[in-house]
């Protein structure tokens, strides 16, 4: 039975249509030059970026899943990119921090995320990249619930 949706134009599937093409060339970067998952290096910027934080606070921020962020703690604490030392108030609690080897990673990354960036908006006319920037921030701030 034919029906009037059309796939290609359903925005959910063009944002992740949109953040899969844009962040590839990216993420191959980051995995050739460090073996990292998309996660690991969410945490590592995250990290770069704001100090010492928990996973808690990570998945805050980057509304990650508390699971895929101790996985990515592991795997960088494991490769000596970040340092985990536990409250001494609260033992369930990790302040996590780059090491000097995760700062240079981060430093590194950084630069070429901010070289990325100018190759993808220079794509757009200075007011579609704001317009861009507005929409997808409230898109992002928007919390649905049961639309149904």
């Known amino acids: ?14 944002l992740n249509q949109a953040a899969e093409v844009s962040s590839l060339s990216f993420q191959q970067v980051y995995k050739k030059r460090y073996g990292m998952l998309r996660t690991e290096w969410r945490v590592l910027f995250h990290l770069g970026l704001y100090g010492q934080m928990t996973a808690s606070d990570i998945g805050e921020r980057a509304r990650m899943h508390k699971t895929k962020i101790s996985r990515a703690v592991h795997r960088l ?72």
């Open 1 to 14: 039975m034919p029906s009037d949706f059309d796939l290609e134009t359903f925005l959910p599937y063009m």
């Open 77 to 148: 604490s494991e490769r000596r990119f970040v340092e985990r030392v536990t409250d001494k108030k609260d033992r369930r609690i990790a302040h996590l921090t780059l090491t000097a080897q995760g700062r240079a990673a981060y430093d590194d990354l950084r630069a070429v995320a901010e070289r990325y960036e100018q190759t993808l908006v220079s794509q757009l006319q200075a007011n579609e990249v704001d317009a861009l920037r507005r929409a997808l921030s409230k898109l992002s701030d928007t919390a649905l619930g049961d639309f149904t």
